[in-house]
């Protein structure tokens, strides 16, 4: 093929000719194999859009899961913070939040900064 004509619509061109020039013997096998090809493109586009599709219904449910975490611990921290500044004991209030007494230090140092 010349150098001027080696652009793609001369590539096409010349591909659609040499198809054109096939048996019929040949076309019919040409055919089956496009059939084929598009058969399991169609198979391989689908799969992945499911794929994505899925992926995306398993990120949502985790950031749900992980966003209802956060809203517990934050909801701890602040009825912790809360019953240290009515004067509960700290021996009570590990017992009901569940918090750890380092924890309870931390937040106490940290104060309302930790909430936010």
Known sequence: M??????QVFEQL????????????QMRSYEDSL?????LKNSMDTARDEGKEEGIEIGIEIGREE?????IEMAVKTVALA???EGISEE???????????????LRREGTSELG
């Open 67 to 71: 966003g209802i975490e956060i809203g």
């Open 14 to 25: 010349f591909e659609t000719a040499e198809i054109a020039r096939l048996s019929r013997e």
């Open 35 to 39: 059939k084929y090809y598009r058969d």
């Open 92 to 106: 009570m209030i590990l017992k009901t939040t569940g918090l750890t007494a380092d924890q309870l230090d931390q």
């Open 2 to 7: 010349p150098a001027p004509l080696q652009e």
């Open 83 to 85: 019953l240290l500044q």
